[in-house]
């Protein structure tokens, strides 16, 4: 294992070395009270930092997902940490010659992911967690450390498990992550004496999907802590089919946290083309895909 990770940050280092700008993706949930405030002051550095990407700012805490030099991101980063709160924010990095977004959007929201769960606050405890290795260990065995068999579960939309997954995982196809608590609560049953994992692309969605379980009843649950993500950063795509859906111009990262080359994303409506749908005469490159041309609903491609 630690040879395997010596090999994996050394591929990093090289790929980083190479690479003209950093994207980073990090939150973290905690009391923000002065959001209204701070927007400018956000806005501000990242216009003179001319970083891309979006800053979600919310009253349980901040997510962001930006793009720059590195030079750039390291100087947003020490200024993020000049704030108690975010001092110990954590930050996941890929590499890219171009800027993984086209323009740069601070907002306020109501909650990082919307969820509609108002009693599940992570800054008053999170969730169990596991780590990427240990996750691979438990994958390689079967089960976890007290035996018990290991269930992965996606708590990303279907459209993102569709560009790559966990081997054998259990996916319920939800649209929207507000869908997720009554889904879950369906299954609880069925998944009694196993231990659940469940994921997302960087965290957020997992780490509240496993607090609502642990809350209904479920016995053994942990949360992927930093996601996919983390998981290529540190060992790889072991027992991990395709490629992790992200929301910018990239549209799917390898585990190598490379853009992917197979996996894009339609111009007009957005949706995930797959190297399939590519070799539709719906898909025209900036304009249509088969998910939105006007001729889809006539083609028997599109019935099948």
């Known amino acids: 294992m630690q040879a395997n990770t010596a090999l ?38 990242c216009k003179r930092l001319a970083l891309k990407g ?19 991101i390291d100087e947003y980063l020490a200024w993020v940490r000049q704030d108690a709160r975010f001092a110990d924010i954590e930050v996941k990095e890929s590499y890219s010659e171009e800027q993984s977004h086209k323009r740069m959007l601070v907002k306020i929201k109501k909650e990082i992911i919307t969820m509609r769960m108002p009693l599940i606050q992570p800054e008053k405890g999170r969730a169990p967690f596991v780590r990427p290795a240990t996750l691979k260990r438990w994958l390689d065995q079967g089960v976890d450390d007290e035996g018990r068999p290991v269930v992965m579960m996606e708590t990303r939309n279907a ?17 929207k992550f507000s869908e997720f608590p009554e889904v879950v609560a369906q299954h609880r049953e069925e998944l009694e004496g196993k231990t659940v994992v469940t994921f997302c692309t960087g965290g957020i969605r997992c780490e509240k999907a496993a607090i609502h379980m642990k809350n209904i009843g479920y016995e053994s649950v942990y949360q992927l802590d930093g996601g996919i993500l983390k998981y290529f950063e540190e060992v790889g795509g072991a027992h991990y089919k395709g490629d992790c859906f992200v929301f ?30 590519q070799l539709s005469p719906l898909y025209v490159y900036e304009k249509s895909c088969p998910h939105c041309h006007p001729e889809r609903a006539s083609t028997p491609a599109d019935a099948a």
């Open 8 to 45: 994996q940050a050394e591929a990093h280092a090289a790929i980083a070395a190479a690479a003209a700008h950093v994207n980073i993706a990090a939150y973290k949930f905690v009391t923000f009270d002065n959001i209204e405030d701070m927007r400018p002051l956000y806005q501000d550095i």
């Open 54 to 72: 979006t800053v979600l700012l919310t009253p349980e805490g901040i997510n962001m997902f930006l793009s720059g030099p590195r030079s750039h």
């Open 159 to 175: 459209f993102e498990v569709d560009v790559g997954t966990f081997e054998n995982t259990l996916d319920y196809r939800i649209d």
């Open 248 to 277: 910018d111009y990239r549209t799917a990262l390898n585990p190598q946290l490379e853009a992917s080359v197979t996996t894009v994303q339609c111009f007009a409506c957005r949706a995930v083309v797959t190297p399939r749908d």
